[in-house]
């Protein structure tokens, strides 16, 4: 049994992948490299170049704090693959959190160069990108040029819940988001002073709490609703 059949015969029964036109599933399974990490070893580390997309076939991964490197923290069981990582896809930023392998884990990693050339010569396939994260954030994800398309405040929730929610239910421990990421005119489009605004109305409606150097997700399901526009409906 070649790997892309092996590999094939464990995706079936994911509800994403199997729900992918037959020509992006070749596509994914041709690029795709089995990955085994022992257990503490990094799987990405923080500040690093995105690296693409990762499906968990076997065992857990723990996601730092990105202020105070927590203890290791037992996730919950999780349905397998379980897919993380897509959101680097969106937003081309280097990698939020330091990833590390609880126990023995086994990964198929998708390399973000062909990955980016796959959607490069075939754009239609970003919809079923969107689909991956938006079942994260519970709303669905406009392509990365449109979202400047968006009114101001959805713009800014949206980004901010995008940097907090997009490991879902693998990283629950944290909901710190850097100041500088959600600062980022080339991500927002949004001068810093006009961010800074909304960031100062959201904190006067418990949304969130603001420090010097990060911002504090309080309430991610009013986040939710803040970042609700035509682009981004709820995801039932």
Same mark, same amino acid.
């Given at each position: 049994?070649? @790997?892309?059949?092996?590999?094939?015969?464990?995706?079936? @029964?994911?509800?994403?992948?199997?729900?992918?036109?037959?020509?992006?599933?070749?596509?994914?399974?041709?690029?795709?490299?089995?990955?085994?990490?022992?257990?503490?070893?990094?799987?990405?580390?923080?500040?690093?170049?995105?690296?693409?997309?990762?499906?968990?076939?076997?065992?857990?991964?723990?996601? @730092?704090?990105?202020?105070?490197?927590?203890?290791?923290?037992?996730?919950?069981?999780?349905?397998?693959?379980?897919?993380?990582?897509?959101?680097?896809?969106?937003?081309?930023?280097?990698?939020?959190?330091?990833?590390?392998?609880?126990?023995?884990?086994?990964?198929?990693?998708?390399?973000?160069?062909?990955?980016?050339?796959?959607?490069?010569?075939?754009?239609?396939?970003?919809?079923?990108?969107?689909?991956?994260?938006?079942?994260?954030?519970?709303?669905?994800?406009?392509?990365?040029?449109? %979202?400047? %398309?968006?009114?101001?405040?959805?713009?800014?929730?949206?980004?901010?819940?995008?940097?907090?929610?997009?490991?879902?239910?693998?990283?629950?421990?944290?909901?710190?988001?850097?100041?500088?990421?959600?600062?980022?005119?080339?991500?927002?489009?949004?001068?810093?002073?006009?961010?800074?605004?909304?960031?100062?109305?959201?904190?006067?409606?418990?949304?969130?709490?603001?420090?010097?150097?990060?911002?504090?997700?309080?309430?991610?399901?009013?986040?939710?609703?803040?970042?609700?526009?035509?682009?981004?409906?709820?995801?039932?």
């Amino acid at each position: 049994m070649t @790997n892309g059949t092996q590999w094939r015969s464990w995706l079936d @029964n994911d509800k994403w992948f199997s729900e992918l036109p037959g020509s992006l599933q070749d596509s994914l399974l041709t690029v795709m490299r089995q990955r085994r990490v022992t257990p503490g070893k990094r799987v990405f580390e923080y500040g690093k170049p995105a690296c693409g997309l990762y499906a968990l076939l076997d065992g857990s991964i723990r996601f @730092n704090d990105l202020k105070s490197q927590q203890q290791w923290q037992p996730q919950p069981t999780q349905v397998r693959p379980y897919w993380f990582g897509e959101v680097s896809l969106f937003d081309e930023q280097p990698r939020l959190r330091d990833a590390y392998a609880e126990g023995q884990v086994i990964l198929l990693h998708l390399p973000q160069a062909p990955l980016q050339a796959l959607l490069r010569d075939h754009p239609h396939y970003w919809r079923w990108f969107g689909q991956l994260l938006g079942r994260k954030l519970g709303l669905m994800v406009p392509p990365p040029d449109e %979202l400047r %398309l968006m009114p101001t405040k959805e713009r800014v929730a949206f980004r901010l819940l995008m940097l907090a929610e997009g490991y879902g239910d693998m990283d629950r421990s944290t909901r710190v988001v850097p100041v500088h990421d959600i600062l980022s005119r080339r991500r927002l489009g949004l001068l810093p002073e006009v961010v800074e605004r909304v960031i100062a109305e959201f904190a006067e409606r418990g949304i969130l709490r603001g420090e010097h150097d990060a911002i504090h997700i309080l309430d991610t399901d009013r986040l939710r609703k803040a970042a609700l526009h035509r682009l981004t409906p709820l995801i039932a």
